[in-house]
């Protein structure tokens, strides 16, 4: 028998040596590289934390009102921004205000890079402002106290900006989201388009086997422990807590993956960490006061869809008040907030359709295939498409007509119909939905609304118990000194500061560091022990995915079955055989509004002149396509600038809009009988009209079908058989009527 042996020189076992070699030298450079990037992450934290008002904007901002001086104090501030060099601003567009999120991190993130939603608004021309915070909260701060805050930082935005063609658009982020929609809510006459990003608006809504983030206050037992957090901390929660679960959500990605990322790629990551790091480990505390209202009205409690959130002044907050266009955008790769959670809302508010149009509302969602909760408002991806289309395309969104639409977007190419009519590199359009849309993504038996409701009973008497049995003898035995050592002592805080310049070991790495940095010999891409690294690194995030799994399994498991026993249900006073519904009835003061309102819209069929004659054909045709394309808004535009007459407002046409296509909806038939009526005697306008008409409705492609159909009603209805000449200019919808 022989045997081949690897010993020979050249042969396969000097190549494995070398192999070893090389790797091991690559791998002994990178784990030094990687602990001065943690070195140099410790000293940013500490350089940044130590600041008074910290972020991680990338942009120059003008300090408009400092939330500290107001009478009712906040630790709120609002700033311009200041458009970057070559960045031209029209300062008749309406202007954008972006509110970041209060959830544990410090602010900035709305625009902490260029490819960002400020950078987005700024690209297309629109003023920007920012609303941010600074770390402490001022004593006695409340979240109602901070929206009245951001309503006067709304009206002043508003004030400096008086020949805007609109209203503020307000994108808030995450729980940004909810607090922007409670304001809106309450003071719905401040607000221009509203868009939603990542928001837990109804914090029960989900589906078995996913997201389980939402079990967790009935797991733990309710609200009371963060009371005694509150209480541990002096009366202020730290936000360092809200960090970690969110952390606690992805624990491959916490334990292994972003560390290991760094360290497999340690020439090239560390700019992009470090900026990210700078704003993760940017702890913010909130007042016990805050954090408890959040915690019980809107996670365990659910109060904001359900219309149960009450202000000291004794107003419900409704979402049905909010009067402005409200954009959500999700995702299903997002599992601190899911689509159920951030549309569930809907199915709460409304009945249908027809229900979202008699509040006059107009919604529109988008949900995104993949990315996690912080690519909504982080991803330079996401800014380039999603929110750079909101933002270009804001006007449309604007003046839709009511009803309820899903955004798409196809990528613009050169086969793509009127592509010069498309603002960026993507076409977007607003397709009609219906409420069956929503349902279809998944959402609560009756069964899981039992069960999430004896969780909020049980949370509602720990909390009671706590407050009158424990929460005493805590805060006399906290002190502030107590209360700020255990902040400092918190495990995300400490893993900053055991690996910064304060640890003496460490100074021995940056100067190891530095000498690597001239000698580096990194390994080949083909050298196997790499390889098998890579596949070590897979293991290990299988490993941890699993055990996340199998840990999400059982506690829904628990939770399902502890909540759903009907013997704890009839203990706790809830009907084990309901049927709960958490949705609203129209109210009979809005019921009486509103068919006062058809009264006067049906009075008003037959009056008009060219301009509702032609916007009525226009919605009655388009309707039939059941969506809005943007390259159409971009034709009636052109046509409006090329036509010389007086101008309506914005305000003016959405409203002209909205009129005509109610009249529409009460008695299309009646409405259509009644345009020979409203024509003008010269039937060169009219031959105009339909030139305008016909470049509208063919700028997203060729009119066929029911469209064409109804195109050709109209023209009988014009009474009018051929083109308009050459030498007659278009007819604008928007202009006034002479």
């Known amino acids: 028998m022989s045997m081949e042996t690897p010993v020979l020189p050249g042969g396969p076992l000097s190549g494995l040596v070398s192999s070893a070699v090389e790797y091991m030298i690559d791998a002994g450079q990178r784990s030094v590289l990687f602990l001065d990037i943690m070195r140099r992450r410790g000293d940013q934290y500490n350089e940044h934390v130590a600041k008074t008002a910290p972020h991680v904007l990338q942009y120059a901002a003008e300090l408009i009102i400092d939330g500290r001086k107001l009478d009712d104090p906040v630790n709120y501030a609002l700033v311009r921004i200041i458009p970057p060099k070559g960045v031209e601003i029209d300062l008749e567009r309406r202007p954008f205000i972006v509110v970041d999120p209060r959830a544990g991190h410090g602010p900035g993130i709305g625009g902490f890079k260029a490819d960002s939603e400020i950078g987005v608004a700024l690209k297309a021309g629109h003023p920007c402002y920012f609303i941010g915070f600074l770390p402490e909260p001022m004593p006695g701060q409340t979240i109602e106290r901070i929206a009245r805050a951001e309503a006067l930082f709304i009206e002043k935005v508003i004030s400096l900006h008086p020949r805007a063609d609109g209203k503020p658009c307000v994108i808030g982020n995450c729980q940004a989201g909810w607090a922007v929609m409670i304001l809106a809510s309450l003071r719905p006459e401040l607000f221009g388009p509203l868009i939603i990003a990542g928001a837990p608006l109804a914090y029960w809504a989900g589906v078995h086997g996913k997201y389980p983030m939402r079990y967790s206050g009935g797991l ?6 963060t009371a005694f957090a509150s209480d541990l901390g002096g009366g202020k929660f730290d936000g360092a807590w809200l960090v970690q679960n969110f952390e606690n959500q992805n624990p491959s990605n916490t334990l292994w993956t972003k560390q290991y990322n760094v360290y497999s790629k340690a020439d090239s990551e560390a700019d992009r960490y470090l900026e990210f790091e700078r704003w993760w480990g940017g702890h913010v505390n909130l007042n016990a006061e805050e954090i408890q209202f959040i915690v019980d009205e809107l996670f365990v409690g659910n109060n904001l869809a359900a219309g149960k959130i009450e202000m000291s002044d004794g107003r419900k907050v409704d979402l049905r008040n909010i009067r402005s266009p409200i954009v959500v955008f999700c995702s299903k790769g997002d599992n601190i ?44 991806g996401v800014a380039k498409k999603e929110h750079a289309e909101f933002s270009e395309n804001i006007d449309l969104i604007d003046v839709l007509p009511p009803g309820l639409y899903e955004a798409t977007f196809e990528a613009r190419g050169t086969d793509t119909t009127n592509a010069d009519l498309a603002l960026g590199n993507w076409v977007m359009r607003c397709e009609a939905r219906t409420l069956d849309d929503i349902r279809a993504m998944g959402g609560n038996s009756p069964e899981d609304e039992r069960r999430f409701a004896a969780a909020k009973r049980v ?5 009671a118990a706590y407050r009158k049995i424990v929460q005493p003898w805590i805060r006399k035995m906290v002190t502030p000194e107590m209360a700020e050592t255990m902040r400092h002592l918190h495990p995300l805080r400490l893993q ?109 069929i037959s009056e008009g002149s060219l301009r509702e004659a032609s916007l009525r054909s226009l919605l009655y045709i ?37 009129e005509q296509f109610f009249i529409l909806l009460l008695d299309q038939e009646a409405a259509l009988a009644a345009i020979p009526r409203m024509l003008p005697e010269d039937m060169n306008q009219r031959r105009a009209v339909l030139v305008a008409m016909r470049s509208v409705l063919s700028a997203s492609g060729e009119i066929t079908g029911e469209r064409a159909r109804r195109l050709q009603r109209i023209v009988a209805l014009f009474g009018v058989e051929e083109e308009a000449p050459s030498n007659v200019a278009p007819f604008d919808p928007k202009a006034r009527a002479s």
């Open 622 to 658: 388009g309707s039939a396509r059941g969506m809005v394309d943007e390259r159409s808004i971009e034709a009636l535009r052109q046509v409006r600038r090329e036509h010389s007459g007086p101008q309506l407002t914005l305000a003016e046409f959405k409203m002209l809009v909205r």
């Open 220 to 225: 733990l037992g309710g609200s009371w422990l």
């Open 337 to 380: 907030t899911p689509p159920q959670q951030a549309l569930g809302w809907i199915l709460d508010c409304y009945a249908d359709v027809d229900e979202i149009r008699a509040y006059g509302q107009t919604i529109v969602y988008t949900v995104h295939e993949s990315v996690g909760h912080l690519g909504i408002f982080v991803s330079g």
């Open 459 to 463: 949370s509602e008497i720990n909390l």
């Open 496 to 604: 900053y500061e055991a690996f910064s310049s304060k640890n003496p070991l460490m100074s021995a790495v940056k100067s190891v560091a530095d000498g690597i940095e001239d000698n580096r010999k990194p390994v080949s891409k083909d050298n196997p022990f790499l390889a098998f690294q890579e596949q070590m690194s897979r293991q290990i995030v299988h490993a941890l995915d699993s055990w996340r799994d199998a840990t999400e399994a059982l506690s829904e498991m628990v939770f399902l079955n502890v909540y759903g026993s009907p013997a704890l249900q009839t203990a706790l006073g809830i009907d084990p055989n309901s049927e709960p519904s958490r949705r609203r009835e129209m109210s009979a003061e809005h019921r009486v509004m509103l068919d006062k309102r058809i009264a006067e819209l049906k009075s008003k």
